[in-house]
């Protein structure tokens, strides 16, 4: 492997993305990366540009089959190679569950760990404009039930990078969430080139004092804004970004909600099954005696509406948050 230099650049979230890759495709002789769209035209969001005349054919399209796609990936990493597929929608990925439930999930435990399955899943999800129902799904609670399947939903520019370093770098297939409304904003210093960091980090992204708010993904920008518009009215929320969901950082959350003794959660995905259960339930197990009753906030359990003002009805936004949380601490 080259020696690692870290460098910093301002970067936008696609463009940390493009340059993990790329930094990927250079240390990882064993890695590949291809997908709908993601070599010559550079990737349906322009995530993947440039990086087919940089590496040639270890960057390719494929037809659009996305059992084929998973499929092969399953059989080049059973080979030795490490490949990067991207599921231009994670919504796409449901014709394909045989490859990542059935095989890439099974085939490390099924060989003894003899033969993984080191694939690495690029994707994304959640609403946008525009989007109809079947782009808009939020689906990590459907692969996190699975055993063998690693997620990450980065949201920021640096998190974006430093995820899909050490997803190439784990034995396990790994999903990586990504969402589209996060690939063209603002610039920020991102670092690159640093050693490959353990999966499974979280960040505190506020501290606080009345309750512990712990969400993941870009809504996690929604929770931050609630946080701030509660300040003003006194209530302190601490703010807990899980980067990673499996494996996930539960000290964390123990550890602030602890302090709070109040706990909520906010997903984009609907309620009803979503991983903030899993989060709920685990801090019971806890043992930890709780203020007031854990919150769960997320969208309905409906479709998602392709009319931009009916999705902003029903996604959580900040005044949702907000009044959510409000209610509890008053309690």
Not at 219 to 225: E, R
Request: one cysteine or more.
């Amino acid at each position: 492997m080259p020696e690692l230099i870290a460098e910093t650049r301002k970067l936008k979230y696609g463009e940390a993305v493009n340059a993990a890759l790329a930094r990927l495709l250079e240390e990882v002789p064993e890695s590949l990366l291809y997908g709908e769209d993601v070599g010559k035209p550079g990737g349906v969001f322009g995530v993947t540009r440039g990086l087919r005349r940089k590496f040639g054919e270890r960057v390719f399209d494929t037809p659009i089959s996305e059992a084929a796609i998973l499929g092969s990936a399953v059989g080049a990493a059973l080979m030795g190679a490490r490949p990067i597929v991207e599921i231009m929608w994670a919504d796409f990925s449901l014709v394909a569950l045989d490859q990542l439930v059935n095989q890439a999930a099974n085939a490390r435990y099924v060989s003894r760990g003899a033969a993984p399955a080191p694939i690495v899943v690029r994707t994304q999800q959640g609403n946008a404009p525009g989007a109809c129902a079947q782009h808009s799904q939020s689906l990590e609670a459907l692969f996190l039930h699975v055993p063998g399947l690693r997620l990450a939903m980065p949201r920021t520019a640096q998190d974006a990078h430093d995820v899909l370093v050490a997803a190439v770098h784990a034995d396990d297939p790994v999903i990586v969430v990504e969402n589209r409304s996060l690939y063209f904003g603002d610039k920020a210093e991102v670092e690159l080139g640093g050693a490959p960091r353990p999966m499974g980090w979280s960040h505190l992204r506020r501290p606080g004092r009345d309750v512990t708010v712990v969400s993941w993904g870009a809504v996690t920008g929604q929770a931050l804004a609630a946080a701030e518009s509660l300040a003003a009215r006194g209530v302190e929320a601490e703010v807990l970004e899980l980067t990673w969901l499996n494996p996930v950082d539960l000290d964390a959350v123990l550890a602030s909600v602890a302090r709070t003794r109040r706990l909520a959660v906010v997903h984009e995905a609907n309620v009803t099954g979503g991983f903030g259960a899993e989060i709920v339930a685990r801090v019971a197990e806890a043992g930890l005696g709780l203020d007031a009753a854990p919150v769960r906030v997320g969208a309905p359990d409906v479709r998602i509406p392709a009319a931009p003002g009916l999705a902003a009805a029903v996604l959580p936004g900040a005044g949702t948050i907000a009044a959510r949380i409000a209610g509890m601490t008053a309690a």
